[in-house]
């Protein structure tokens, strides 16, 4: 019977599979699934009434086999070792599979950021960058944006690492575009996640103009999904976020609906739609469904009742195991986050060269670069699917492990 395993456990028992999959040796799994570095730190902060809290931060580097760590940091209630230890791992897939020279990590601080102050934000994130700028660099670890910070706490980081080290613009990416950050990086993971959706549906038959959407969390990356997919000609027919959901058969108006965003409205605040509650919305009759918020969104409770065709995983993991051995035995395609999660670290890596090499992109350039590396990390997993008779999932975990594989061994970690 299928279960809801955690994050980490299971997206350790996606690379067992592959390690099976692939006959690699007994002695690589160690290397693949433990983390290079793990590090906690107590992050004292003095507070706008004058108190001192203490929060709790964490970094886990994952692997940096194909390049330096790379990976966000997230302010959230949740956040703790076991948590960033998981995304960690999902971001050494996600590069590779990408095919991009990162590895994977992630960190994490455990905070509720909409309880504090700008002031007392900065004064964290300076905090947390002070205590771990020992192990940050531009070809060491490379922080970005995240569930809970955003390109402000990247000019934090990199302002707070500076004042040590030097002015350097790599050592973050989504930062503010006057620091040093890359047209096109925030609208990214949307627009990758739109990029596999539309081709999910090519495949299987159908045309954009023939298919309506669904997206779960209109936040960065669901809003940035949304645009590209109905620009594609795909009609988006129903959207939330944590305040609520909205749904009109006819297709929703994106414009119209950003513009209410952008003013500070929420998604329920549109007219030309009717409401409905989050739960209703992931179950709604649509040809795709895109979950962009958080993870454990679709579990073994729900998943029976999904009636959308094909599934992006625009979130990290916001499937469960258990949910994803139900939709994948009702025929349903589950197209994995580490492939169709990919458009920000790719971003990212643009944003990173750009400023190692101190000249700026055009917006083309980036989209144009972008659309190329998510298409050949598509082309490659369906290429791998077919082969083997696996699912989207087990194809990219088989073809990203199988590349931080390859380079372990050259590199002689193993055998």
């Not at 919305?281 to 649509?286: A, G, I, M, P, R």
């Not at 599934?311 to 349903?332: M, Q």
Request: charged share 20%; hydrophobic share 40%; proline share 4%.
């Amino acid at each position: 019977m299928a279960q809801d395993n955690s994050m980490l456990d299971g997206t350790i028992a996606s690379v067992d599979a592959s390690i099976r999959s692939l006959n690699l040796e007994d002695d690589m799994r160690a290397v693949l699934i433990e983390p290079w570095r793990e590090i906690q730190v107590a992050l004292p902060v003095l507070m706008d009434d004058g108190n001192v809290r203490v929060f709790r931060g964490y970094r886990s580097q994952h692997n940096a086999a194909r390049g330096p760590y790379k990976g966000g940091i997230r302010y959230h209630p949740n956040a703790d070792l076991n948590h960033v230890r998981a995304l960690g791992m999902l971001m050494t897939w996600k590069t590779a599979l990408a095919d991009v020279p990162f590895g994977g990590a992630k960190g994490g601080v455990s905070v509720d950021p909409r309880e504090l102050s700008t002031h007392e934000l900065n004064r964290l994130t300076r905090r947390y960058t002070m205590s771990m700028h020992h192990v940050l660099g531009v070809n060491r670890d490379i922080p970005a944006p995240d569930l809970g910070t955003s390109a402000q706490t990247m000019a934090w980081i990199m302002d707070a690492y500076g004042s040590i080290h030097g002015h350097t613009p790599g050592i973050v990416t989504g930062k503010p575009i006057e620091l040093g950050g890359s047209l096109g990086r925030a609208e990214a993971p949307g627009r990758g996640a739109a990029i596999v959706g539309t081709r999910a549906i090519v495949d299987n038959g159908s045309t954009p103009e023939q298919s309506t959407v669904v997206v779960q969390g209109y936040g960065a990356v669901g809003s940035s999904a949304a645009k590209t997919i109905s620009e594609d000609g795909a009609k988006v027919i129903a959207v939330s976020d944590v305040d609520g959901a909205i749904i009109n058969s006819r297709g929703l108006d994106i414009d119209a609906l950003d513009r209410i965003v952008i003013e500070g409205g929420v998604v329920s605040d549109f007219a030309d739609a009717d409401q409905l509650n989050n739960d209703e919305l992931l179950e709604l009759k649509c040809d795709v469904l895109i979950p962009a918020a958080i993870e454990d969104v679709i579990t073994t409770q729900n998943a029976s009742k999904v009636q959308a065709d094909i599934i992006v995983e625009g979130a990290n993991r916001p499937v469960t195991s258990g949910a994803d051995e139900i939709l994948v035995d009702s025929n349903k395609q589950v197209v994995p986050d580490i492939l169709a999660n990919a458009g920000g670290v790719i971003a990212s890596y643009f944003e990173w060269a750009q400023n190692i090499q101190v000249f700026n992109w055009e917006l083309e350039r980036v989209n144009r670069e972008l659309d190329q590396l998510i298409n050949r990390a598509y082309d490659v997993t369906r290429a791998r699917a077919e082969q083997t008779g696996s699912t989207m999932r087990e194809a990219a975990f088989d073809v990203a492990v199988s590349r931080v594989a390859e380079t372990i061994k050259i590199r002689s970690y193993v055998g």
